[in-house]
């Protein structure tokens, strides 16, 4: 069985007055209401192009409402990059230059698939990074 | 201005060889090097019912300004979670505005655009009357 671990700590000394903050977490990834680990994993890299739509960084392949960890990091340092970050029809944040996220994706259904999209430069192209780990994936049919 | 660090860390044994992966960031505002100055501030909430709650309300951003949302699942139980969710009032497992479930000790960290609309809502359905508590803290400009 595999083991996954993903901690995150979030400092500030400076945006509230007087109290520093630190949070401090860590869990370890198990599939949908089980301590068994994920044991699937897709992660590369890759270039975004700003005049092209939004693309499929992954399709909802495999068994809905399941439990699966999205990695993905905007490489750029222009500050003017971001990349569009949705689930199908809706936008969920602007991934700024050289920022990440991290966050649960249940593939709830067939259309749920994570879509990027670079803007920000007319263009210009956007280096991204990403890792997803999945409990159920299902490869596509051979065409 | 304030400067606020988050650093991810994953450590993994799935394939044959290690994986580490490791990576810091600055939240800054939209399109700027300057950091996110406004913050709602640490929540922590206990919940006992399935139904969907709202956390983040989407008049709680500027639309178009960045935003960063952490939410945590301080249990343990491998079996109980939490829908999140952008939608209109239901957190439903097959909805497309379903982002996934948060188990016991599940953390996430994403950007989040507070387009005026109830769609960029944060909504959270628990799964089970059982207690669990939610802390979640909302990152703004």
């Given at each position: ?125 956007i280096t991204y990074e990403y890792a997803i780990f ?10 | ?37 406004e913050t709602s501030g640490m929540n922590v909430k ?96």
């Amino acid at each position: 069985m595999a083991t996954t671990t993903a901690t995150v700590s979030i400092n500030s000394s400076d945006l509230i007055p007087g109290q520093p903050l630190s949070i401090n977490a860590s869990h370890t990834l198990t599939k949908s209401g089980l301590t068994e680990g994920l044991e699937i994993i897709d992660m590369g890299r890759g270039v975004l192009t700003e005049a092209s739509a939004a693309d499929a960084l992954a399709e909802a392949l495999g068994t809905a409402d399941t439990s699966n960890w999205i990695y993905l990091c905007n490489k750029s340092t222009n500050d003017l990059h971001y990349i569009k970050v949705g689930i199908h029809d809706t936008l969920i944040g602007h991934l700024g230059a050289g920022e990440w996220l991290w966050m649960p994706w249940n593939m709830g259904d067939n259309v749920a698939e994570i879509n990027i999209e670079a803007e920000g430069v007319t263009g210009s192209s956007i280096t991204y990074e990403y890792a997803i780990f999945q409990e159920s994936k299902t490869l596509p049919a051979k065409t | 201005m304030a400067t606020i660090n988050a650093t991810i860390s994953v450590n993994s044994d799935i394939m044959s060889y290690p994986i580490n992966i490791n990576t810091s960031m600055v939240m800054n505002k939209f399109q700027s090097c300057n950091g996110l100055d406004e913050t709602s501030g640490m929540n922590v909430k206990k919940f006992n019912a399935t139904s969907a709650v709202k956390i983040v309300d989407n008049t709680e951003g500027t639309a178009g300004k960045a935003s960063k949302v952490y939410i945590r699942n301080t249990g343990s139980s491998k079996t109980n979670f939490f829908y999140v969710a952008l939608a209109n009032g239901v957190a439903a497992s097959d909805s497309d505005e379903t982002i996934g479930k948060l188990y016991g000790g599940d953390w996430m960290l994403i950007p989040w655009v507070a387009t005026a609309a109830t769609t960029h809502d944060i909504h959270v359905a628990p799964s089970t009357t059982e207690e669990m508590t939610l802390e979640w803290m909302v990152f703004q400009e």
